[in-house]
């Protein structure tokens, strides 16, 4: 039995990751959360009392509370963070305290306690600005443009530099798609939404390209470097697909196949100058990694679900960051 301890398990991607880990033979899951956002324990509620599921409701800055459930653990994947860029502006210091600190204290506990593998979540936001004429990869200059990057980029840092904690980094696309605990403040989720039910998008920063990863697809990502250590640690892997690199512009042509009563607000204002094509090429090659989705299937799921009453309120506060 391999013991896999989740952090920010209540989360959007927690909650998809930590039920297909509970579905692989052999595993069990420590599943960490805090709850202490709106969602609660959203991604974790129907899988409470779950045969090889503990969930221990505790904040990772805790570290005298996080320690022996390493001690019960042979790997871990630490999701848990203050997400994205507004959520991280919002508090500054709380984003450092969890983001970097305590991230970093959990790195330390994790090599006294010999986690064999310890995975860490990042994203692609860390290529910032990049020539959109060739696919960025790995290797590529990191231009983090917020805090929320900066923290990734600190932690990705540490881990790969002291060398001395076998570790992967994953650095996702930004995530859409259904899961336990919804998000629709993520761009495939929020325009389909809101496509679907204002009939109306407003859209700024159109010609950005962004790639894009469904969560349960990212969650395969991590099983995957979790059932190849021998080829994972030491490296980083972006988590997608390169054919996934979309623009907002390309994302309304999109949903008025779908919506064709769909109209466009575009709005010129330079706010968020993310724009980054990148490749996935790597985790292809050395883990045989591929997509199962693509954007206009992941639009149709929300489209499907939401046309049978699933998100009743998608504005309320539970469903953002
Ligand atoms: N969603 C995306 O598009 C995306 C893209 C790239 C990377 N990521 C990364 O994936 C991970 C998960 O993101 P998500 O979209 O599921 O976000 P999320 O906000 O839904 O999940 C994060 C979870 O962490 C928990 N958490 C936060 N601080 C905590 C603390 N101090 N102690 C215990 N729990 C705490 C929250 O309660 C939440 O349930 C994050 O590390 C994020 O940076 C997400």
Known sequence: MRTILVTGAAGYVGGALTRRLLDQPETSVIGVDFCAMDHGAEGVREIIGRPGFTFVREDIRNTDAIEPLLERADAVVHLAAIVGDPACRRDPDETVSINIDATGRLIDASKRHGIEHFVFVSTCSNYGVSDTSTLVTEDGDLNPVSLYAESKVAVEKRLLENGDLPATVCRFATVYGVAPRMRFDLTVNQFTIEALRDGVLEIYGEQFWRPYVHVEDAARGVQLVLAKPDVAVGRVYNVGDSEENY???????????????????????????????????????????????????????????????????????????
């Open 247 to 321: 623009t907002k512009g390309m994302m309304y042509e999109l949903l008025k196949e779908r919506l064709p009563d769909l109209e466009a607000k575009w709005v010129s204002i330079d706010e968020d100058p993310r724009s980054y094509k990148v490749s996935f090429q790597r985790i292809a090659d050395e883990l045989g990694y591929e997509t199962t989705w693509d954007v206009p299937r992941g639009m149709d799921q929300i489209i499907e679900y939401a046309r049978l009453g699933a998100f009743p309120e998608p504005k309320a506060p539970r469903f953002r960051n």
